[in-house]
C-alpha cells in the first residue's frame, strides 16, 4: 500500500506538516537501496530544514487542519465519517464482478477485448493486471471504518446517542464485507485495524494468512449484529444501500459456508428469510426490476448509484463500470465497449424457456438500433439509464438478494442431511424461473444441483469463481488445473511499494 492513499484517501485527514514529511519519505522509499535508512534520515532532516524548526512546527496544529482528535465532535461528525465507509464501495463493482465471476466458466470473451480482459478469461492473470487493483480502495475503505470504530465511540455530543450503536456496526460490518473480499480473492493479505492516524503505524504489513483474517471478519460480523437494527433507516435507498440486521446475517451465511459451519450458516439464512423487515421473492414475469428499478423486495445490499446526482456520468469515477464492459457499441448514443459475453455453457444452461434468460442474456438482433452492430449477444443485467443521447451508468450493484439466502440455506441444509427441505428451497427458485422442481433426489445430485442453480440464478453478479473454490470442484468444473489460479495476485504496485508483502505462488 502507498503511504498517501492510505492515511489520506479516506478524506478526514488533511494535514499539511505530514504531507511534507510523507512527499519526502514516498521520495526515498520509493528508492531500493541499501541506503534506505539514511535516505529516510535525510529527508528527515530536509523537512526539518525547510520547516525551520522542528520542534515549533511539529508542536504547532493550525486552525485550519483537520484530524481525528478535532474531527470527532459531533453527530453529524460520525454521520460523515461513516459514509465515507460507504463511499469505496461506489469504485468496486466492477471488480466485484470479474473478481467473482472471472477465471471460471461463465464469462467469454468478445472479438474485441483489452489484453486484461483476456487473462481474465482465460485464468492466466498477472499482477499487473488492471482488474486487481481493487485492493488500494478496499484497504481505504478499512481505514475509514477502522478511523470510525477508533474515535465515534469517543463522541459526547447527546444528539448521537440514538445512533451511535448503529454507525459502531455499520463499521463493523463494513470492514468484514472489505477483508471477505480481500481474502477470497487474494487469500493471505494484511490484517490492519488500527487506522493510520499518524506516523506510529507499521506502512509495511505483512501478509497474515486467510485463516486469521477469517477470524477476524467473523469477530467484526458477531460485533456488528446486535448493534444494527432489522430497519434502521429512515427510506427504502437507506434501508437496501446501507448496513441492515438482514446484511449482516447474509454476509454470516455467506461466510459460515467458506467455512463449512453449515448449521451456523443455515440459523442465519433461517433469520434473514423470516426478517421483520419482509424480504420478499418478486415474480418471474418481473425479474427483470430486480436490475432496473432497483431496491425491491428482494434486494438485501445493493451498491447504489443516482444520475440525478451526476453518479453514473460516463467519464467520471462514480460510475458502474460493467454497463460500459457488458453492452454493446452504441449507435444512437454512446454505449458500452463489449468486452465480455456469457459463455456457451451460460447460454446453454438458461434457454429462452427460463424466465431469466431475457433479462440476463439479449441480442440486439438484425436491428440492433439503439446499438451499432447486428446480432450481439450481450450480458444484461446492468442496462444503465438512457438520457437523452447519454446513457448513464448507474445500474446498482447488487451484492446480496433474497434468492441467494435461499440458496445458501438449501445448501447448508443439504449438507446437514436435510436433503429434502433443501429440495423445497431450491425449488423455490426454479419455480420463479418458470421451470419444473428439480429431479435431484440424493445429498450428492442436489448438491450440484444447488451448485448449478446459483450459476443461472446469480450469474454476473460476482459468485462463480467464489463457489467453485469454496466447495473444491473449481478444476473439475473449469478446466484450470494449475493450483494457483486458486488466488488473484497480488497488485504488483503493491509489492513494489511495501517490502514486506510477499506474492502469492505462481506469480
Known amino acids: 500500500m502507498t503511504l498517501r492513499p492510505v492515511l489520506f484517501n479516506w478524506g478526514l485527514i488533511k494535514a499539511p506538516i505530514l504531507n511534507t514529511v510523507l512527499t519526502f519519505l514516498e521520495l526515498t522509499l520509493d528508492f531500493k537501496s541499501k541506503k534506505m535508512k539514511i535516505n529516510i534520515i535525510t529527508a528527515i532532516i530536509m523537512f526539518c530544514l525547510f520547516s525551520v524548526s522542528c ?65 481474465v478469461v482465460n485464468g492466466n492473470i498477472s499482477a499487473s493486471n488492471s482488474y486487481v487493483n481493487g485492493w488500494n480502495a478496499l484497504y481505504s475503505g478499512i481505514n475509514r471504518c477502522n478511523s470510525v470504530l477508533a474515535n465515534v465511540p469517543n463522541i459526547t455530543d447527546p444528539s448521537l446517542a440514538g445512533r451511535k450503536d448503529r454507525i459502531i456496526g455499520e463499521a463493523y460490518f463494513l470492514r468484514a464485507l472489505f477483508y471477505f473480499y480481500l481474502a477470497r480473492t487474494f487469500e493471505n493479505v494484511p490484517l490492519i485495524i488500527k487506522p493510520y492516524e499518524d506516523l506510529s503505524n507499521d506502512f509495511f504489513p505483512k501478509n497474515n494468512d486467510r485463516a486469521t483474517i477469517f477470524a477476524q471478519i467473523e469477530k467484526d460480523l458477531k460485533a456488528a449484529e446486535p448493534l444494527v437494527p432489522d430497519l434502521p433507516f429512515a427510506t427504502t435507498i437507506e434501508n437496501k444501500g446501507k448496513t441492515t440486521k438482514a446484511a449482516i446475517r447474509t454476509a454470516m451465511a455467506d461466510f459460515y459456508l467458506w467455512n463449512k459451519k453449515y448449521q451456523e450458516a443455515a440459523d442465519a439464512a433461517a433469520l434473514v428469510i423470516s426478517s421483520p423487515a419482509g424480504y420478499s421473492l418478486l415474480s418471474g414475469a418481473n425479474f427483470g426490476n430486480i436490475f432496473t428499478l432497483k431496491n425491491q423486495s428482494e434486494s438485501i445490499l445493493e451498491v447504489q448509484y443516482n444520475n440525478a446526482n451526476q453518479e453514473g456520468t460516463p467519464g467520471t469515477n462514480d460510475v458502474n463500470g460493467l454497463t460500459e464492459q457488458f453492452l454493446p457499441i452504441g449507435g444512437s448514443y454512446t454505449a458500452g465497449n463489449w468486452r465480455y459475453l456469457p459463455s456457451n455453457k451460460l447460454l446453454t444452461a438458461l434457454p429462452a424457456t427460463d424466465l431469466r434468460a431475457g433479462i440476463t442474456y439479449k441480442n440486439t438482433g438484425p436491428t440492433p438500433a439503439p446499438f451499432r452492430d447486428a446480432n450481439r449477444i450481450y450480458i444484461a443485467k446492468y442496462p444503465g439509464t438512457l438520457v437523452g443521447a447519454v446513457l448513464f451508468q448507474d445500474s446498482n450493484f447488487i451484492i446480496y438478494r433474497l434468492a441467494e439466502v435461499i440458496l445458501f440455506r438449501a445448501e447448508a441444509l443439504n449438507e446437514l442431511g436435510q436433503t429434502n427441505q433443501a429440495i423445497t428451497l431450491l425449488n423455490q427458485i426454479r419455480t420463479r424461473a418458470g421451470l419444473n422442481g428439480t429431479t435431484a433426489t440424493s445429498q450428492g445430485d442436489v448438491r450440484l444441483a444447488i451448485e448449478n442453480e446459483r450459476f443461472t440464478e446469480l450469474a454476473f453478479e460476482g459468485k462463480r469463481y467464489y463457489d467453485l473454490v469454496r466447495t473444491g470442484r473449481y478444476a473439475a468444473v473449469t478446466g484450470f488445473n494449475d493450483v494457483n489460479y486458486l488466488r488473484w495476485p497480488i497488485p504488483a504496485n503493491e509489492i513494489i511499494k511495501n517490502r514486506n508483502l510477499v506474492q502469492n505462488p505462481g506469480y
Open 55 to 119: 520542534t515549533k512546527v511539529t508542536d504547532q496544529v493550525p486552525d485550519s487542519q483537520i484530524t481525528p482528535a478535532n474531527f470527532y465532535k459531533t453527530a453529524s461528525d460520525a454521520d460523515n465519517a461513516i459514509n465515507a465507509c460507504y463511499d469505496v464501495l461506489q469504485k468496486l463493482p466492477v471488480n466485484f464482478e470479474l473478481w467473482g465471476d472471472g477465471r471460471a466458466d461463465i464469462l467469454a470473451a468478445t472479438d474485441r477485448p483489452l489484453s486484461a480482459d483476456l487473462q
